[in-house]
């Protein structure tokens, strides 16, 4: 939304950001920056009419409530960044200027930027009353590992870290809301979540959940930032504050601040195999750093269950997490979700465990990826075999770029190549008994389709068309003949968050069926339908609702077990790359993948996805941190790949499993090419140069350590 389409009275804000990451506020002066020109007012806690925090929806086992992100901060400052006031002007300008003259007193506080750190006995609680170590979740499978672990040949164990990935799309978090005629909020933003947003937000804003509706505005990548609610409730307090339609839009140096991360875990691994290199027991310690706000952060720890050591039969794993509170940025949800630090982790001692056994890193995968009667790491059957006909796929392309790897290394010179292989693995849905609604409506002209498929740039209104178009086939209708109508909550229905892959399964079976019940409605006793004029002539209603739920259930915080989500998607990845041994560069010259997403739906979006999700594991193996915040706070000094980081090498082959769960066999696509890229590329380092890089980013300077201790 441009600004000149904003509506006149349109007052424009601008935040007071905390510059310290733990503070007590002491008292916030408004009165100067109140005498600005075109200053209409300046908004703190005190102005807020609602219970200014967001409801983080916290898990029962939580020691927390999940409300402890404040709206605009009152009582503490809890990580740089954070929202102290609101200024509302009439110009942008005015309102940055105005800005400035907010004065907040503070007495600083300890400062705990990690979760050791946040986790030391001397450490004061981040949010008094809740501990800093606030959830906690156990993994139960098979047999006591510890006596097994002794007797087994082969045992390797190693520490890994996968930091704090900050998201940087190109376009940063805007937001327009205003009041209707009948006093509805109508808030414009870029959420993926509308429902649930409205369901976090409007308690703290102070208005019934019934009077407030988010519009979702086309945005570019999110990347799931904007899986947590960011502006909503800024913008939603200005309205109700000042009556006036508001607009804000962030700087880069905001998005980068105010919203979400990647969160990090720390993982200890230990994994066992026998003689013949089958893996028998595996232990695992995780540790989540999730920033001040708990909220999705005991879901998050909950993914260590799912994804460490996932693609593999594993019979006996025993294993905890821990979700930490500490004072760096926020963690919220980013591609991948927890697979990427946890597949990080299994997916390099893999590689630790071959050289162990002395087995090719491919055929140690080989000889122990899921089979029929195997099991997951939560002990449920994988929805679909796709491991091994992958791998199959990819052997002879592996053993090629070896050979030329190995070329290339007998030519002696600084410059060293290498391969590396890695599992990717995701699942498609929110954990246990997730749901979606759509609805479909003959009209004069054809059939309308209604659902909240969000869209971040993954083409959900082709995904949306496409499963409607291949739905409704039987009625004979040209794709132009559908109209879609989406992401609206005053006009579609609550078919969940854009997030964890789930849409092209939940929301795509909830159009299937939407479209289904009313082909039902329309069908004569001779298997012909009804035109619109005869439902109108019969009385009938055109319009019928579609609801899907997964036949799923949440993992036992407890023992980790559980059959979480109905569709998984997966992936082998090649990854070729070259390491400057006098400067500890490394480039990645190419990236081969086989993935298996099911029946592809729209083969252009599907590789959007795939080639996305990998360049984004590019940044996270190579460049991207989000850790010092005086250099990290630009697109250039967060590590984002440019352009010469990325090879024109990428090659993707389709490997289609039809699912059993979805109408047209579908799985996700977003999360998988994202889950395990890094592991692939720092594999690819080990093997050129005999470094081994177990915590991320594979800074040159590490890699250069490496070959000095070597």
Avoid at 308 to 328: K, M
Avoid at 606 to 612: D, P, S
Wanted: with cysteine.
């Amino acid at each position: 939304m441009g600004i000149k389409t904003l509506p006149k009275n349109t007052l424009h804000i601008k935040l007071v950001q905390a510059t310290v990451s733990h503070a007590n506020i002491l008292s916030i002066d408004t009165s100067e920056a109140e005498k600005m020109p075109g200053v209409f007012k300046v908004i703190t806690y005190k102005n807020v009419p609602g219970t200014n925090r967001i409801n983080g929806l916290a898990f029962p086992e939580n020691k927390g409530d999940g409300k402890e992100r404040p709206i605009l901060n009152d009582k503490k400052v809890f990580q740089f960044g954070d929202a102290i006031a609101m200024v509302l002007a009439d110009t942008p300008y005015q309102a940055e200027q105005a800005a400035a003259k907010v004065k907040v007193e503070l007495e600083e506080l300890p400062a705990y930027m990690s979760a050791p750190a946040a986790m030391a006995e001397d450490a004061i609680e981040i949010h008094p009353g809740t501990p800093n170590v606030y959830f906690e979740t156990q993994t139960v499978k098979g047999k006591e590992t510890a006596p097994l672990m002794k007797n087994l040949p082969y045992v390797v164990e190693d520490d890994f870290y996968v930091g704090r990935q900050p998201h940087l799309p190109i376009e940063p978090d805007v937001g327009f809301a205003y009041l209707d005629e009948k006093g509805n909020l109508i808030v414009h933003s870029k959420s993926i979540g509308i429902h649930v947003h409205a369901l976090m937000v409007a308690e703290g804003i102070g208005i019934p959940l019934e009077k407030l509706f988010i519009v979702q505005n086309n945005a570019g990548g999110t990347f799931g930032y904007k899986f947590s609610p960011t502006m909503e409730g800024l913008l939603g307090v200005a309205v109700l504050v000042t009556k006036r339609p508001v607009y804000l839009e962030f700087s880069m140096y905001q998005q980068i601040t105010y919203t979400g991360k990647r969160s990090p875990f720390f993982i200890n691994l230990k994994m066992g195999a026998d003689k013949d290199g089958k893996l028998v027991a595996m232990e695992s310690d995780w540790t989540v750093d999730h920033g001040p706000y708990m909220e999705f952060g005991d879901l998050l720890t909950m993914r260590g269950h799912q994804f460490i050591g996932a693609g593999y039969n594993i019979p006996n794993i025993r294993g905890e997490g821990r979700t930490v509170a500490t004072n760096h940025a926020w963690g919220s949800a980013f591609r991948g979700y927890g697979s990427p630090q946890s597949l990080f982790s299994s997916e390099v001692l893999i590689d630790e465990l071959a050289a162990k056994v002395g087995m090719d890193p491919l055929e140690l995968r080989y000889k122990n990826v899921y089979r029929d009667g195997d099991t997951t790491p939560t002990g449920c059957k994988p929805d679909v075999i796709a491991f091994p006909q992958a791998i199959d796929k990819l052997r002879p392309l592996y053993q090629e770029a070896k050979k030329n790897a190995a070329a290339k290394n007998a030519k002696d010179g600084n410059i060293k190549y290498g391969v590396g292989v890695s599992l990717l693995e995701y699942g498609c849905g929110l954990d246990g008994a997730d749901s979606s609604e759509a609805w479909a409506e003959i009209t004069a002209d054809g059939v309308t389709v209604g659902n909240s498929w969000e869209d971040h740039g993954q083409g959900a209104d082709m995904g949306t068309l496409t499963i409607a178009y291949e739905a409704l086939r039987p009625l004979g209708i040209k794709s132009e003949q559908i109209k879609l109508v989406m992401n609206d909550m005053r006009y579609t229905p609550n078919s969940g968050p854009a997030g964890g892959s789930r849409s092209n399964v939940m929301t795509g079976n909830a159009t299937t069926v939407a479209c289904r019940n009313l082909m039902d409605a329309l069908r004569k006793p001779d298997g012909t339908f009804r035109t619109y004029k005869e439902m109108m002539n019969e009385k009938k209603p055109t319009k019928y609702q579609g609801k899907w739920t997964a036949p799923c259930t949440a993992c036992d915080v407890k023992t980790g077990q559980g059959n979480p989500f109905p569709v998984y998607m997966y992936g082998v990845l090649l990854a070729e790359v070259e390491v400057d041994t006098t400067t500890g560069k490394t480039k990645v010259e190419k990236l081969t993948m086989v993935s298996d997403c099911g029946t592809i739906i729209n083969k252009l979006v599907l590789e959007g996805q795939l080639y996305g999700g990998l360049v984004q594991g590019i940044g996270l193996a190579l460049s991207e941190d989000f850790e010092d915040l005086k250099k990290h706070t630009t697109l250039i000094g967060c590590g984002i790949p440019q352009i010469e980081d990325v090879p024109d090498d990428i090659v993707l082959i389709h490997q289609e499993t039809p699912r059993p769960l979805t109408y047209n066999g579908q799985a996700g696509a977003g999360e998988m090419p994202l889950s395990a890229p890094h592991a692939a590329i720092v594999n690819a380092i080990y093997n050129a140069t005999g470094v081994r890089i177990t915590k991320l980013p594979a800074y040159p300077e590490k890699v250069l350590e490496g070959l000095k201790k070597l």
